[in-house]
């Protein structure tokens, strides 16, 4: 069974880099999966940031893409998010999460609020 | 690319079967049978409830199940629970630069 664990910073500052790290335990990256990152701002929906394919193919929300870099660590069996020049807008709930398809999310984090605040 | 529609809200007597509706267009629901839903309790994490339009995940109950007509996919809970009572979102597959949309959520009540 997947297991994901978001760990990072819980308030950045505007005009700063969010970086997220997601351990992954129970499958190792290198070996399959799409692993990606969904956030959904206080009281509001989801929506989709990017994911990278544990080949290092990455596919990124265009209305994020300038912004956004998800990479793989696979000697650590992690990946992370970097989101910069971050506004009050980024304050979301980030989850981590994976599937066996880009669109699927099957297994997830339990999320980490990041709050943007000066 | 514009989130898919869903009702806002839903809601249904313990035992009574409800359905949420997702719609979007051809480049998205229509087009491929890349459809998902997700519940969604308070405070926690979304769960996979259906992918590939109508297929369960091993350990989702069978009171669950998807459908699509044209650009419309539909979940149906049957023999409503307390514990259904949750937020639901479709996503899809689209065709557009954005790759993936979730819908615009739906509260599901339990009476």
């Known amino acids: 069974q997947v297991q994901l664990q978001e760990s990072g910073p819980g308030l950045v500052k505007p005009s700063e880099t969010l970086s997220l790290t997601c351990a992954v335990s129970?499958?190792?990256?290198?070996?399959?999966?799409?692993w990606g990152w969904i956030r959904q701002p206080p009281g509001k929906g989801l929506e989709w940031i990017g994911s990278?394919?544990?080949?290092?193919?990455?596919y990124y929300n265009p209305s994020l893409k300038s912004r956004v870099t998800i990479s793989v660590d696979t000697s650590k069996n992690q990946f992370s998010l970097k989101l910069s020049s971050v506004t009050a807008a980024d304050t979301a709930v980030y989850y981590c999460?994976?599937?066996?398809?880009?669109?699927?999310?099957?297994?997830w984090g339990q999320g980490t609020l990041v709050t943007v605040s000066s | 690319q514009s989130a898919l529609t869903q009702p806002a809200s839903v809601s249904g007597s313990p035992g009574q079967s409800i359905t949420i509706s997702c719609t979007g267009t051809s480049s998205d629901v229509g087009g491929y049978n890349y459809v998902s839903w997700y519940q969604q309790h308070p405070g926690k994490a979304p769960k996979l409830m259906i992918y590939?339009?109508?297929n369960r995940p091993s350990g989702v109950s069978n009171r669950f199940s998807g459908s699509k007509s044209g650009n419309t996919a539909s979940l149906t809970i049957s023999g409503l629970q307390a514990e259904d009572e949750a937020d639901y979102y479709c996503?899809?597959?689209?065709?557009?630069?954005?790759?993936?949309?979730f819908g615009t959520g739906t509260k599901v009540t339990v009476l």
């Open positions: 590939d339009v109508s």
């Open positions: 999460a994976s599937g066996r398809q880009l669109v699927t999310e099957t297994y």
């Open positions: 129970g499958y190792s990256i290198s070996s399959g999966y799409y």
């Open positions: 990278i394919y544990h080949s290092g193919s990455t």
């Open positions: 996503s899809s597959y689209t065709s557009s630069s954005t790759l993936k949309v």
